[in-house]
């Protein structure tokens, strides 16, 4: 799809669209989730700072890396069980979005989270039946280590590829290393009061949306 000019407008990376949902079993929900996310902060961590990194293991052969510091761990790991709850109540699956933030300096209002400037969003689809016998159930753990381990590589070549659009300054509050940002509940597609409003121009804005298709 064809890149907006506008520069206001956040950059979108579609990883999987609903045609090709990323299947996950109920049981490995949290743990998938939480990889491929912490795989994006980890890797969209400011520049300059000092990132400690912790590798983690997944499955049964796949390895990932993230931010070693407990802030960020107890965001994603609430804001994903949260998402858990609101996928497994979607039949055909939902959009787990990352999107990430700039803080500014506001003068006498001190720092203010401002932006977005960049979305990730993931179309999930949560498996329920069970598997037939112990060979499916193997069959379907090395269809899900190979899509996942797609993604995780997927993300590490955007990362690198795209770069012109980060903001130079915005770190996450009580952290050095992060930019502010908001996990997505799945059933909450935008907020509500005033900001309702504002989530549905959004929304309707979004095909001139800087939007960069890399579903696999």
């Not at 950059?11 to 949290?30: H, I, K």
Request: proline letters at 4%.
């Amino acid at each position: 799809r064809a890149r907006s000019t506008d520069a206001a407008m956040p950059e979108l990376f579609v990883l999987t669209e609903e045609r090709q949902s990323l299947e996950v079993e109920a049981g490995l929900l949290q743990e998938v989730l939480e990889a491929i996310l912490h795989h994006i902060l980890f890797h969209r961590s400011l520049a300059g700072k000092a990132v400690v990194p912790k590798e983690m293991h997944l499955l049964d052969e796949l390895f990932y890396v993230k931010c070693d510091e407990p802030k960020i761990d107890k965001e994603v790991r609430e804001a994903v069980e949260t998402a858990c709850k609101s996928l497994r109540k979607q039949e055909r699956g939902g959009r787990v979005c990352l999107i990430l933030y700039e803080r500014v300096s506001s003068g006498m209002w001190g720092e203010r989270k401002v932006g977005p400037w960049e979305e990730w969003m993931l179309h999930v689809v949560v498996r329920t039946e069970p598997a037939f016998g112990h060979r499916e159930e193997l069959l379907r753990r090395r269809e899900l280590e190979s899509r996942v381990r797609e993604i995780l590589w997927r993300v590490h070549n955007i990362v690198n590829t795209y770069r012109k659009h980060l903001p130079k300054e915005g770190i996450m509050e009580n952290s050095s290393v992060c930019y502010p940002f908001e996990i997505k509940d799945p059933s909450k597609p935008s907020q509500g009061g005033m900001l309702a409003g504002v989530g549905n121009i959004l929304a309707k804005a979004v095909s001139d949306q800087k939007v960069h298709n890399v579903s696999l």
